[in-house]
């Protein structure tokens, strides 16, 4: 049973283009959900986070959106740029357990 | 520098033949997992472990095996490899902050 739903698998933009990704979670004890950014060859690092108090965090060009009554969140990268390329992981997790649980990821190509 | 380094980056293997892969953090976390990798499968989580000598199966434990006799390592073991078991393993590690730390990764060949 998939925990948490992340769509699309993968997603082509044109550089300065809007990236958005989206994530959806079934367990309402979950109460932490970060953004990982994976690029090839390397480990995923967290990217931005955001709990549920909350329904939007921005920290640069990211933005992570949350609907609480809809159990879903999304990234948004506004001016998305070829550095972005990279594989993104939303995740989950609930208090008493620190270690996510994560979504399949979506591989985002951005071209220049 | 803060890091979780992972051993080997690279092994390929026959199937059968034991092996090991080592996990360490420098970071005194409590909170060690370990993950495997598949195209269009994302992140699966293998194990876990709260603390030492504390371990529990995640979504896919099935052919793995752990142990955390130390809170600074985390090694994965597997008995009897399997094709099946060809993937890229990340080990973790997390904060109480639940924020997770991941290795360069290693990418196992099982034939």
């Known amino acids: 049973q998939q925990q948490v739903k992340q769509s699309p698998q993968s997603l082509i933009v044109q550089k300065g283009g809007i990236s958005i990704i989206n994530c959806a979670y079934e367990?309402?004890?979950?109460?932490?959900f970060p953004w990982y950014q994976q690029f090839p060859g390397k480990g995923p690092a967290l990217l931005i986070a955001?709990?549920?108090?909350?329904s939007e965090k921005k920290e640069g060009r990211f933005t992570i959106s949350f609907n609480k009554s809809a159990k879903q969140f999304s990234l948004h990268i506004m001016d998305s740029q070829p550095g972005d390329s990279a594989t993104y992981f939303c995740a989950a997790s609930k208090g008493g357990s620190y270690i996510p649980t994560f979504g399949r990821g979506t591989s985002l190509i951005v071209h220049p | 520098e803060a890091q979780v380094t992972q051993n080997p980056r690279y092994l390929i293997t026959v199937t059968g033949k034991k092996l090991t892969v080592t996990c360490s953090q420098n970071?005194?976390?409590?909170?060690m997992s370990w993950y495997r990798q598949d195209p269009g499968l994302g992140l699966r989580q293998i194990y876990y472990?709260?603390?030492?000598?504390?371990?529990d199966k995640g979504d896919v434990p099935e052919g793995y095996k752990v142990s955390r006799k130390e809170k600074r390592n985390f090694p994965l073991i597997l008995e009897s490899p399997s094709p099946n078991q060809t993937s890229l393993y990340f080990c973790?590690?997390?904060?109480?902050?639940?924020?997770?730390?991941f290795g360069q990764g290693t990418r196992l060949t099982v034939v």
């Open positions: 970071m005194n976390h409590e909170y």
């Open positions: 367990n309402t004890a979950f109460d932490y």
């Open positions: 955001i709990r549920p108090d909350v």
């Open positions: 472990s709260m603390n030492v000598e504390v371990t």
């Open positions: 973790a590690s997390s904060t109480s902050d639940r924020v997770a730390f």
